[in-house]
């Protein structure tokens, strides 16, 4: 399981990242440095790219004014309303623009969005019934959109070389034929997708299935998506982007907000938190150890719920958690933390108690149970100092390159290793197409958080994790990589072709 030991040797990711140096990681790839920075033009000038931004002339550029915490209301993204609805499908359109934003109180600064808004609408699809989304790019760079976590056709997955280019739309499909799952949708074009999704490309994409009624989890405006990401500002307020610079990203944001307040009434509350961050991990503890139920994980509910006083979240992942605050007078003020940072995420201020006939079951879905596996697959995080980069397998992203195939309707087990030992840099996996089990830790079995399906999974230096998945569904090719983004950009991707 991810155990507090295992948190400490993650840490906040870019803790290890920072000892590569950022000029020769671009170099290795023969990146330009203004390929890195400059969509803005707001501290990413080729210097700040190349990794120079500790200057002392850039420093004192860099000195973002404070914001008291609690001093912001939290922002709740608008649902997207479909553009037409068909018999079978929810037809959508977004814009993936430039616009302003006031992440910090009083100093509007350009973002980049979908649709406009420093996290994207939120799009609500069922079960079982398609989704189809236009996305028209109006920035000067190619995008391209991946709805992480989704069982979709390669066609529609956002590969990295599967580009939108200014001024130009494509249209996706989302079948939408797997279990209800908060998931998420951001930028996926190589080499661009970790500052894209920095400076505001992601949304809320939350599958929901009407069964799931029955169980009387808490909805409606009781049912809050939360998206946690890291920022460095200038002193005007705007963005700043450096590769490899999680160190210097000491803002944390809640959807999009720095420590933002809450108004809640007394009564359960189910919170779907998404790390949206590129490199930071979590641990997300609630007022002095109080307690949390976990009900979900990457691929929706687990088999049980989980009662815990902390919730891991390294790049990607998400959890959904049940808090009751019914127990607590009204005035109370509870915050949420991150004690890896020591930072406030979010604080609660506890209304007036609301009619509540809201429930936890003991049983919220069976355990999946996958066929036996009839391959066993490496995939090793290594750091090759001749290149200078992180690798996976030794090499770097070719998307002309398959560097595995599976046959469909296989089931495979992925022994995932991290060598960084000497550098101590933590990393995870992501895999397209499927959600998989998490089997072992070392050779030890999970904990009950995560029993559920995943996509992302985090592997510390020095550790191995297994984990077993079925590729069905759909023939093609794919990706798999590292989901701390400044890692992925760089090349720490590799692809896999499901093949008949």
């Known amino acids: 399981m991810l155990t507090r030991r295992n948190l400490l040797r993650l840490g906040v990711v870019a803790g290890g990242a920072a000892l590569i140096p950022a000029a020769a990681s671009i170099r290795s ?5 203004e390929e890195t920075g400059h969509v803005l033009g707001h501290g ?5 790219a190349m990794g120079h931004g500790s200057g002392t002339a850039v420093a004192a550029r860099l000195n973002a004014p404070a914001v008291a915490p609690f ?3 939290l ?5 997207l309303a479909p553009t037409s609805v068909l018999p079978d499908a929810d037809v959508y359109a977004l814009t993936t623009q430039q616009a302003t934003a006031a992440l910090l109180p009083g100093l509007p600064a350009p973002v980049l969005t979908y649709g406009g808004t420093f996290v994207g609408p939120t799009i609500r699809a069922k079960v079982g019934r398609k989704v189809i989304i236009t996305h028209t790019n109006a920035l000067t760079e190619e995008t391209a959109v991946h709805l992480h976590g989704a ?14 280019p200014p001024g130009q739309s494509r249209t996706y499909e989302y079948p939408n034929q797997q279990l209800s799952a908060t998931l998420w949708y951001h930028d996926h074009a190589h080499h661009r997708e970790a500052e894209h999704v920095y400076r505001g490309l992601h949304g809320f994409y939350l599958l929901e299935d009407p069964a799931e009624r029955r169980l009387r989890l808490p909805r409606g405006g009781y049912d809050i998506p939360i998206m946690l990401t890291d920022a ?7 963005l700043v982007f450096v590769p490899d610079d999680s160190g210097n990203r000491t803002t944390l944001l809640a959807n999009g907000r720095p420590a933002p307040y809450l108004e809640v009434a007394r009564r359960k509350y189910r919170l779907r938190l998404l790390n949206a961050s590129n490199m930071r991990v979590y641990q997300l503890e609630l007022g002095q150890n109080q307690q949390m139920v976990q009900i979900a994980g990457d691929g929706g509910l687990l088999p049980a719920p989980v009662p815990t006083t902390g919730i891991p979240l390294t790049p990607g992942e998400r959890a959904e958690i049940v808090v009751d605050f019914s127990s607590y007078p009204q005035g109370t003020q509870l915050v949420l933390n991150d004690t890896l940072s020591g930072l406030p995420v979010l604080r609660f201020d506890v209304g007036q108690t609301a009619p509540d006939h809201s429930a936890v079951p003991s049983v919220l879905r069976p355990e999946t149970t996958l066929p036996a596996a009839t391959n066993v697959r490496d995939v090793e995080f290594a750091y090759d100092f001749a290149l200078g980069w992180f690798t996976i397998n030794g090499k770097l992203f070719d998307p002309n390159r398959v560097d595995a195939t599976i046959q469909h309707g296989t089931t495979e087990i992925w022994r995932i290793t991290n060598s960084t030992v000497p550098i101590g840099v933590p990393h995870n996996l992501h895999v397209h197409l499927v959600q998989f089990r998490v089997l072992d830790r070392d050779g030890v079995a999970v904990g009950p958080a ?4 995943k996509d992302t999974v985090s592997v510390a230096p020095g550790e191995t994790v297994r984990v077993q998945a079925t590729f069905t569904g759909h023939l093609g090719k794919y990706v798999f990589h590292c989901h701390a983004l400044d890692h992925s950009s760089m090349g720490m991707m590799a692809v896999f072709e499901v093949v008949p």
């Open 44 to 48: 990413a000038t080729a210097g700040h």
């Open 71 to 73: 001093s912001v209301p």
């Open 29 to 33: 790839l023969g990146v330009r440095a």
């Open 151 to 164: 069982h979709v056709a390669a066609a529609h997955d956002g590969f990295p070389t599967d580009v939108i």
């Open 75 to 79: 922002p709740l993204p608008a649902t």
């Open 232 to 238: 460095r500002f200038a002193e005007d307020g705007s």
């Open 450 to 453: 995560e029993r559920g399906l």
